[in-house]
């Protein structure tokens, strides 16, 4: 993996290298080569982010490194990324830290994003209760059938990374900061946690809501430029398509989602954008963008793409919550 990611950053260097060697160009803040660090439980997002931007741009190249949260702090702070998208804020210490080394750190909210929990269809439990969750992580409940009746056996949660920001979340969130039970495993991405749940009847998986739906205009890797223009068309006429966890994706063969509810109320949710916005979903979470390119730089270019108006729609079209569009856009369910 570490030689894959050199790999990629040597060519990222090459290319903007020849570029500038050949052309004589510059960069500006849509034209040039740069790359780009995003937390990796926002890869479906900021894909979509980038295929919009660089059709917009057809000068620019974003190169996206999807690492865990504390690996594209690390890069911001080591000034060879100027532009990260993790789920919090910096802390003073590390925004001082990079003013000291001349950099002005900008910082906006993008979206409000979502922790789903999902199991196989053949289990029957339909929701759980945020203490159940401390208890699974914890490892005091181990088999199913101390929730309800149900005879799926033992217990297997299933994360993404290691040191992903969702485990670091679940963490702080449910176990008072305690390691997880020896029942806890991490997969290595967010789809080999899918691919685990479609399989194993006593699974359960944590994944970012993002993936609860992909290919959401049916479009591969944003190479069709018919599918784009028919995309930027819908974006810019502020036509959001209406998602449905239960009934147009991928995952409602073999997965479904599950209800959360908080400990003091009897009614669980999903994570739709609607319980999501309420608050009324409670495992939820801010994502942002921080950037210290100054401006005229591609990754300020891209940054103040990512807080702008087309960025918010693509955002409300892949099911989680836009940070700055108008609450009337919320899609209901």
Request: aromatic fraction near 10%; charged fraction near 20%.
């Amino acid at each position: 993996m570490k030689l894959k990611k050199l790999f990629l950053f040597a060519t990222v260097a090459a290319i903007s290298f020849c570029s500038c060697n050949k052309h004589q160009t510059t960069e500006t803040s849509t034209s040039g080569v740069t790359s780009i660090m995003c937390d990796q439980s926002f890869e479906n997002i900021m894909n979509q982010e980038i295929d919009v931007f660089e059709y917009t741009y057809p000068e620019a190249s974003i190169v996206p490194y999807y690492v865990s949260e504390a690996e594209a702090v690390d890069s911001l702070l080591a000034t060879s990324t100027r532009l990260i998208v993790i789920p919090h804020k910096l802390s003073q210490d590390k925004i001082d830290y990079l003013e000291s080394k001349k950099k002005n750190v900008k910082t906006q909210q993008i979206a409000v994003d979502a922790i789903a929990l999902i199991v196989n269809n053949e289990n029957p439990v339909e929701e759980l209760s945020l203490s159940e969750i401390g208890d699974i992580l914890l490892g005091k409940v181990t088999n199913w059938n101390e929730i309800s009746p149900n005879k799926s056996g033992e217990i297997m949660m299933v994360f993404d990374h290691q040191n992903s920001s969702t485990v670091k979340y679940m963490r702080d969130s449910l176990t008072n900061g305690q390691f997880f039970a020896k029942n806890v495993f991490a997969q290595g991405s967010n789809q080999a946690v899918i691919d685990v749940v479609k399989k194993r009847k006593n699974a359960i998986g944590v994944i970012g809501v993002t993936w609860l739906n992909t290919n959401l205009d049916g479009m591969a890797n944003g190479t069709d430029t018919t599918a784009m223009k028919i995309k930027m068309e819908r974006l810019q006429r502020n036509d959001t398509t209406e998602l449905s966890y239960e009934g147009n994706n991928m995952l409602s063969k073999d997965i479904k989602v599950l209800g959360v509810r908080r400990n003091d109320n009897p009614v669980a949710y999903k994570p739709y954008q609607y319980y999501i916005y309420t608050g009324e979903y409670p495992l939820y979470r801010s994502i942002y963008a921080i950037c210290i390119g100054a401006n005229g730089t591609l990754p300020h270019g891209f940054y103040s793409f990512l807080t702008g108006v087309i960025s918010q729609k693509i955002i409300l079209n892949t099911g989680i919550l836009p940070a700055i569009m108008p609450q009337r856009q919320v899609t209901l369910y």
